[in-house]
């Protein structure tokens, strides 16, 4: 099997599968290899994104409330025209409002929540989800990366379902304590 990708003059990049006459040029490389993979029948792994700098962490806040008009959502109006520093907005299909965001902190969990406190400080909502899906299907212990992002997400979650059903600060804090965790 021959898959073939050149560089133009022009900037554009075009890709040829030897095997099946396929090509397509675009000015996007990755997005070039990826139809080509699909054409071959290969699932299409992205390059990982470019490192973040030493004491930085990147990650997506969303909000995922029931009743929520998705990014258009009025509550969201100012994030969008004054997110806080590192982050940027974005539509998550329509269906959410989210924040994609690249923030100093020791760890993790202390940007999450040191973005968390801005937004809520400064616009007065909260964001409610880290946009982890099937966080039980994954577990490594990166507390930095997938895990961490995964405890961030449930944290959040808990926080925002639990004001729903009325619990407080107190009941959340008394069953973290009651668990025994340090």
Known sequence: MGLYVHHNEDGTITGRNEDTGFAVTLADEEE???????DAGWEYTPPP????????????????????DGFEDERWAGVRERPPRGCTPADRDGFAFALECERPGKSLLDAVAD????IR??????????GVEQPQERLDRDRDGHAGRTVAHLLLMTAHRAALLGYGRKDLVRLLDATGVR
């Open 32 to 38: 070039v290899k990826r139809r080509l993979c699909e």
């Open 49 to 68: 994104p470019p490192s973040v700098p030493p004491g930085f962490h990147r990650f997506t806040l969303v909000d995922e409330s029931s009743g929520s």
């Open 115 to 118: 973005t968390v406190a801005e």
């Open 121 to 130: 400080r400064d616009h007065g909502v909260v964001m409610n989800s880290l």
